[in-house]
């Protein structure tokens, strides 16, 4: 029988829903159990891809092409099973679904309403996330707080849903804020009664609160939420803040709440696996060392927007022994400040974007890096960047350009492909999802991969103009990657340079902290090294982390 929880979240938006349904992945998955996590949206976008990451944050792309809510990245860092589609669902699906239904007849006359239509196509989507996969439990966060308008029809269908499957094999978890007052030295649950009232004028009652917090719920705190809130007090469980996502799930585990979940859902738990979790952890918390890496890109402001590549370098440093201190730059900052804004770093990464502002700030950081012999990653937008560096100052073909920014470059060495064009008038406007790249031996890439053929996550539009191939190659650009068929340049490297490694695909959506990714891995290893021959210091300590002396 398969098992579903329903992560809710109250008071206020923001509380960490989806690092709380990840860690709960996480510890079920530790118990030897299988487990998915799905994420329900209620706004009416059909996906976030359109979406302004301002509004959004980063767009995660899974292996199958979809592009979903960056939750799903933390899904798939905390648990191993591989998510798709039908993982992320808002309610701009639901709708489409259900409209395209109506306008075919499949309603047969009825009225269409959102009870029982929306509702009923909302709980075949849940029981289409367990349906296509083995796993037998199925974590469902549904986006949005307690109260919203939207959210409405998602939660009277997760309370039909119970009567469905039956309510032995539905769990209701509620992620509420236990606010601390300074004047009055108290943690206060008058908002986590309201937020769970409001649960239950809905008809759900929770099984477990699930509280956020600065400070350590006492005994009091705890039989106050339990009798206000209808619940045990042992099902009263506190997240307080800690300095690392990664912890939860074993803070959580300290409490027993995998005990708790595992006898409420009557399910059987083999031998707990938690100590390479951890380890890795504990690497987190006290690196040998540490390095400042540059993150030059559009969005710094809002780092949510390089969610991936932030996680990524946690999980390469805590390999290298390292903390990895990122810097954040604004490309336009670069434009009018010039590279002196790099001072001290040990690497810099260009990451993926779009839209030509910026742009030129990129190129300039690329040929410091490129000069200066300092480890430089290029992603995506940063390899298509490092492409044009070299074309303008290396092969002299002044003025290259990439299509996107100037359709009328004498050389647009970054262009709309035939191959593109193609998947185009299939209906989708960028290559998307997972593709295999064959490697060349003796490269950066090699060394780190180890393996001949990879699969990496795509998301663009415009690729390596494979008419410059011959005049770069022989300016010394070395074309690493390509796709089986050998049209596509997936990775570009450049010789007697330290590390300088581009790729046309977003390798941090693979990267996990047990298994952290191999150009990471590498560009990491070579940033700490460039630290060490040029004396960086690195002494400050950052977010309280210390440095092992
Ligand atoms: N804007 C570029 C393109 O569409 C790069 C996209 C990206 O960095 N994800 O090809």
Redesign the pocket.
């Known amino acids: 029988m398969k098992k579903y929880i329903f992560v809710t979240g109250g008071v206020v938006s923001s509380l960490g829903k989806g690092i709380a349904a990840a860690s709960i992945g996480r510890l079920l998955e530790s118990h030897g159990l299988k487990v998915t996590i799905a994420k329900f949206d209620p706004y009416i976008n059909v996906d976030p891809g359109t979406m302004s990451p301002y509004q959004h944050g980063e767009v995660f792309v899974l292996d199958d092409g979809a592009e979903t809510d960056l939750d799903l990245g933390h899904y798939e860092r905390f648990i191993s099973t591989k998510l798709n589609q039908d993982n992320n669902v808002t309610t701009g699906k639901i709708y489409s679904s259900v409209i395209s239904k109506e306008r075919r007849g499949d309603y047969l006359g009825k009225t269409v309403q959102v009870v029982p239509h929306l509702t009923n196509e909302i709980k075949e989507r849940i029981l289409k996330v367990v349906h296509d996969d083995s796993a037998n439990i199925c974590i469902v966060e549904i986006g949005g707080t307690i109260g919203d308008i939207e959210s409405l029809p998602f939660l009277e269908a997760i309370r039909q849903f119970q009567f469905d499957v039956g309510r032995k094999n539905v769990l209701y978890v509620h992620l509420t804020l236990i606010p601390y007052i300074q004047a009055s030295g108290e943690l206060k649950t008058k908002p986590t009664q309201r937020t769970v009232s409001d649960l239950r004028a809905i008809g759900i009652q929770p099984d477990i609160i699930l509280c956020r917090t600065e400070h350590e719920l006492n005994e009091e705190i705890r039989q106050k939420i339990s009798l206000f809130c209808n619940v045990e007090s042992t099902a009263v469980f506190q997240a307080k803040d800690v300095k690392s996502i990664y912890e939860v799930p074993l803070m959580l585990h300290e409490q027993a709440l995998d005990d708790f979940l595992i006898r409420k859902l009557g399910l059987k738990s083999n031998r707990i696996h938690i100590s390479q979790w951890a380890k890795f952890v504990k690497s987190v918390y006290y690196p040998r060392n540490r390095v400042e890496v540059a993150l030059v890109g559009k969005y710094v402001e809002l780092h949510d927007a390089y969610k991936s590549i932030e996680e990524a370098f946690i999980h390469a440093g805590a390999f290298n022994h390292v903390q990895v201190q990122t810097r954040w730059i604004d490309s336009e900052e670069i434009e009018k400040k010039g590279v002196q804004l790099l001072k001290n770093v040990s690497g810099i990464l260009v990451p993926?974007?779009?839209g030509d502002r910026g742009i030129e700030g990129k190129i300039q950081v690329i040929k410091y890096a490129r000069e200066r012999k300092i480890p430089f990653f290029g992603i995506?937008?940063g390899m298509?960047c490092a492409v044009i560096e070299f074309s303008r100052n290396v092969a002299q073909l002044k003025l290259a350009n990439s299509g996107?920014f100037d359709p009328d470059t004498p050389y647009e060495v970054i262009s709309m492909m035939e191959d593109q064009l193609k998947i185009q008038s299939l209906g989708g406007t960028m290559r998307l999802g997972s593709y295999p790249c064959k490697l060349e031996k003796g490269s950066k890439s090699w060394a780190a991969y180890q393996k001949p053929l990879i699969h990496e996550r795509h998301?663009?539009?415009?690729e390596f103009n494979n008419t410059y191939r011959d005049v770069l190659k022989s300016k010394g650009l070395e074309l690493i990657g390509l796709s089986p068929d050998g049209k596509l340049v997936e990775i570009i490297e450049i010789k007697n340079h330290p590390w300088f490694v581009g790729v046309q695909f977003h390798p941090e959506l693979k990267s996990r902290p047990l298994n952290p990714h191999p150009l990471f891995k590498s560009f990491i290893g070579a940033s700490r090294k460039y630290a060490l021959k040029n004396q960086i210091s690195s002494s400050a300590v950052l977010k309280g982390i210390r440095v092992k002396k």
Do not use: D, S, T, V
């Open positions: 993926g974007g779009f995506c937008l298509q996107e998301r663009h539009r415009y």
